[in-house]
């Protein structure tokens, strides 16, 4: 994927996740967000921080994988999953070799999911504050692969 498709797609994951839902709501999570993954996926050799982007997205994708039951609009999460699934299939293509999960990113998606979505009973408000935390997600990814030397 080159870089500028990845920026394409991310801008329209940006899009479709500002349409989906209302405002971004001003509250937050009790999940710390993983700002030090990034910031060591910044020094990272080029595939592996491509590796930690495809992570991340897949990642994504799981917790919108289920338990939506009306919340937005069900045609505009499946193509927001579609464009995000076709981001990652892109990026699968400039990856060398599979690498290790980050143990780190998936206990931070699975205590979003536990404490947020799970403990919330996957109400409205609930996935609204997925949605805001997602969304720092995309931007926080478009910075690293913008910084991957035209890599993606």
Known sequence: MDDHKFIQHSETLMNLLNIMGGEFTTDSVDVPFPEDLYKQAEYLPTDDTIWFILQTLDKIAELFD??????WNEK???IFLS?????????QSCVTAQKKNSKNLQMYFKRLHNQVLKRMAYSAHAWELVRKEVRTHLMRLVLLGSATENSI
């Open 83 to 91: 464009v995000l699934n076709s981001q990652s299939d892109g990026l």
């Open 66 to 71: 289920g338990e939506l039951d009306s919340v």
């Open 76 to 78: 505009k999460v499946e």
